[in-house]
């Protein structure tokens, strides 16, 4: 499987012997993202099959994608954080069974005294959305936020059910992460997930780093304000824009997670950035040994990825096809179908994908800043193709 340069692509990157037709699939992929560009790695037993980019990083000035250039995960966040979970479960730092007013003690009011930390990384906790409003500056700031979700009543009574945690998720389980490590969540990201590995990742980008981030463009039916909601789901939009601290396209022109100052911020429900490669390293070291990490332990892995929460969710239209979370991680399901079975990973808005496959020994990674809505079938192809070729 050695490396060759990718033959006759319009973009940039190598691909291993075999690994043809998955290059091609990206290709495809990119000639559809006309108002940005995209990156594709692919990782096998530990090596990279596929390493691949091209298209605009900043579609305004056709500022070119390169091998480096980072960009916004939306919620391949959630599954980043549920690495960095497991590695704490790994040391005994958290247990994911003890009740999260345990270790956040001003969580345990208003009838959440008992929420295990597990609830928080399934959906089930009934803080789908804030009550009160949040602010950009309470986002800023971190402490706003979860001191108004520790005072907040469920939205449901938790563990009867689930809901997605759109950004609440992020600060749930990053304020249980700081309880116990005494390190924000971006620190003990990049201390014990990111940094071992060399990884280009981050909850909470780097000044230095700010200006090679991606612009995001947005597909209009991904804006939530112009949804077409009935009235019983129109609180749903607050679990995105959080009463105002982000817009209802999730990033404008230099608004939301297109916004320099949130992307410096600890937002770990949506706002991690990282570059496709990083992803695939980081997912591939959760399952395979590096020269710096050994992958999580078995133990841990099959915990946490048994299915939490399938089905109808108690919040949102009824009959929509849901995927499947286990503890943290997003799992294969028809509605959201991975590689095989075994994978675990995340997805995000807009069309981003990431996840390990300990059965292929796959870290998959795919990220592009032409986040499309209903339709788009770019990180399926791929898959796909991947599936046929391994």
């Not at 790994?90 to 001003?106: F, Q």
């Not at 295990?116 to 906790?125: E, I």
């Not at 999730?250 to 937002?267: F, K, R, S, Y």
């Not at 915990?303 to 849901?322: N, T």
Request: glycine share 12%; with cysteine.
């Amino acid at each position: 499987m050695s490396p060759q340069p990718a033959p006759s692509l319009p973009l940039d990157g190598l691909v291993a012997a075999g690994y043809g037709k998955v290059a091609d699939a990206f290709s495809t992929a990119l000639a559809r993202s006309t108002r940005g560009g995209a990156a594709l790695t692919v990782m096998v037993g530990g090596q990279k099959v596929v390493d691949l980019w091209g298209g605009a990083a900043d579609a305004r000035d056709g500022r070119a994608w390169t091998q480096d250039t980072p960009s916004v995960t939306f919620s391949c966040s959630k599954g980043l954080l549920a690495v960095l979970v497991a590695r704490l479960v790994e040391v005994g730092k958290i247990d994911l069974d003890t009740s999260v007013s345990t270790y956040w003690p001003e969580f345990g009011q208003a009838g959440k005294e008992t929420i295990p930390v597990r609830w928080l990384l399934s959906h089930q906790a009934g803080l789908s959305y804030p009550t009160e409003d949040i602010t950009k500056a309470d986002v800023l700031a971190w402490h706003p936020v979860v001191d108004k979700l520790a005072a907040q009543t469920p939205l449901w009574e938790p563990g009867t059910g689930h809901s997605y945690h759109a950004f609440t998720y992020g600060w749930l389980v990053g304020e249980v992460v700081r309880r116990v490590t005494g390190q924000s969540v971006g620190e003990a990201f990049a201390e014990l997930v990111a940094g071992p590995i060399g990884a280009r990742a981050w909850i909470g980008v780097p000044r230095e780093e700010l200006s090679s981030v991606v612009v995001l463009a947005m597909a209009p039916d991904l804006d939530v304000d112009a949804m077409q909601l009935p009235p019983e789901f129109a609180p749903l939009k607050r679990a995105f824009t959080l009463g105002g601290a982000f817009p209802g396209t999730l990033a404008g022109e230099g608004t939301g997670l297109n916004d320099p100052d949130i992307q410096a911020a600890e937002v770990p429900g949506g706002g991690a950035v990282a570059t496709a490669r990083a992803l695939a390293e980081i997912w591939s070291s959760t399952i395979l040994p590096t020269s710096a990490t050994q992958p999580l332990p078995l133990d841990v892995v099959t915990d946490m990825v048994q299915v939490q929460s399938s089905g109808q969710q108690i919040l949102g239209p009824q009959g929509v096809p849901q995927p499947s979370w286990a503890t943290g991680f997003m799992v294969d399901s028809p509605a959201r179908p991975f590689l095989t079975s075994s994978s675990f990973g995340h997805d995000g808005a807009g069309g981003q994908l990431a996840f390990a496959d300990p059965a292929l020994g796959v870290g998959f990674g795919f990220v592009t800043n032409d986040a499309q809505g209903v339709g788009d079938i770019r990180a399926l192809d791929i898959l796909d193709t991947l599936r046929r070729t391994l």
